[in-house]
């Protein structure tokens, strides 16, 4: 439990840190990668320790927690390349640690993941690493979305952010969902027939198949420009939307015992 309240912690002050900076502060910004990467350490250190027990995440809140981290050291990354995003980081880190906190929710309630075989396994990180980009294309579509009408009517508020930036990541994540969404497919395929059991019996599957198919049709629509950019990003945002909504109410039918 520890490890998880260390990486709450450092995320927050990630949080408090950039949104001082926001405010002004300036001098706190220096201090807000290094919160980040001390919280993704954290993580990382108990996920080690979990799989050498042999136990890894399986129900919900291990994968919420685990894409709120895939989504804090992904925004690290573009950090060091986009330093105009700084301007953000109190809105992504407080999404990373809101998401992180559902690792205690398996402490309190005494929820311990279940142990998994190979096949389950890299579905079920396929998929968080799928919700991670899927929701981070969401947040940064909207944000383009904003700037767009902020560039139109010549007003920019504190968390402006340049189009080319957002457009940028907008269609990087977007990519990365399709890439990983087919990933999670390929491997749920794999993991239902292990079980001998029906795809069109699971709605988890179906509902991943669901967005494959949606953003196959977002990343075509990238590529062939055959669509107006600002209908992306409403779409992006769609797809962003359904997806909490999947992951909150529907459930693998499929028991992996």
């Given at each position: 439990m520890i490890f998880y309240i260390f990486n709450i912690l450092f995320y927050l002050m990630a949080f408090i840190s950039f949104l001082l900076y926001t405010l002004k502060a300036k001098n706190t910004i220096k201090y807000?990668?290094?919160?980040?990467?001390?919280?993704?350490?954290?993580?990382?250190?108990?996920?080690?320790?979990?799989?050498?027990?042999?136990?890894?995440?399986?129900?919900?809140?291990?994968?919420?927690a685990f894409s709120g981290n895939i989504i804090m050291l992904f925004y690290g990354i573009l950090l060091t390349k986009f330093r105009n995003l700084e301007n953000i980081g109190f809105i992504i880190s407080f999404i990373g640690a809101l998401f992180s906190m559902a690792n205690l929710r398996n402490v309190f309630l005494h929820q311990q993941p279940s142990l998994l075989n190979p096949i389950f396994?890299?579905?079920?990180?396929?998929?968080g690493f799928s919700y991670s980009f899927i929701m981070l294309g969401g947040i940064f579509s909207l944000l383009k979305l904003i700037s767009?009408?902020?560039?139109?009517?010549?007003?920019?508020?504190?968390?402006?952010?340049?189009?080319?930036?957002?457009?940028?990541?907008e269609k990087l994540s977007i990519n990365m969902?399709?890439?990983?969404?087919?990933?999670?497919?390929?491997?749920?395929?794999m993991w239902?027939?292990?079980?001998?059991?029906?795809?069109?019996?699971?709605?988890?599957?179906?509902?991943?198949?669901?967005?494959?198919?949606?953003?196959?049709?977002l990343v075509h629509t990238?590529?062939?420009?055959?669509?107006?950019?600002?209908?992306?990003?409403?779409?992006?945002?769609?797809?962003?939307?359904?997806?909490?909504?999947?992951?909150?109410?529907?459930?693998?039918?499929?028991?992996?015992?």
């Open positions: 807000s990668l290094i919160f980040i990467m001390l919280g993704n350490l954290f993580y990382l250190i108990k996920l080690i320790l979990n799989v050498k027990s042999g136990v890894v995440f399986s129900n919900i809140d291990a994968i919420v396994l890299i579905h079920i990180i396929s998929a767009e009408k902020q560039i139109k009517q010549k007003k920019f508020s504190k968390t402006y952010v340049p189009i080319y930036t957002l457009i940028f990541i969902s399709f890439i990983f969404l087919t990933i999670t497919i390929l491997f749920g395929v239902s027939f292990y079980y001998d059991k029906s795809l069109y019996v699971d709605p988890k599957i179906i509902v991943i198949s669901f967005l494959w198919f949606y953003y196959a049709i990238y590529i062939f420009k055959s669509s107006k950019p600002t209908t992306i990003s409403v779409l992006s945002a769609l797809g962003s939307t359904i997806t909490v909504i999947s992951v909150i109410f529907i459930k693998h039918s499929i028991i992996t015992g």
